[in-house]
């Protein structure tokens, strides 16, 4: 579409043949809310024993909270080892 600047795929343009085929290709569905903000909006984020995080909670962030983190990270970069992750590079192969 030349005015809007939108691209449409030609089967696609094809298969349109009214304006309201046009206007289902060019609007577009509003993103889809993530879990962790439709919980905050919820009273449960209000609650005294629940954590609500917006990504994935990892091990790190357990060692991070309870205070290790400082101390095993220390320790990898002294035995030479990687910080996170497991040292493999791609497909797999060992990094040396």
């Known amino acids: ?3 809007t600047g939108m691209r449409i795929p ?3 343009v094809q298969s349109i043949t009214n304006t ?3 206007l289902g ?3 577009r569905k509003p993103k889809a809310k993530k879990l ?3 919980l905050f909006a ?3 984020s209000e609650l005294p024993n629940v954590q609500i ?3 994935r909670y990892t091990p790190v962030d357990k060692e991070k909270e309870v205070g290790r983190w ?3 990270e220390r320790e990898l970069t002294a035995r030479g080892l990687p910080i996170t992750g497991n040292g493999a590079g791609p497909k797999g192969a060992m990094v040396i």
């Open 10 to 12: 030609d089967p696609d």
């Open 53 to 55: 995080v917006d990504r």
């Open 25 to 27: 290709h060019l609007v």
């Open 20 to 22: 309201k085929a046009l």
């Open 42 to 44: 919820n009273e449960v």
């Open 36 to 38: 962790a903000e439709s």
């Open 70 to 72: 400082k101390v095993i």
């Open 1 to 3: 579409m030349q005015l």
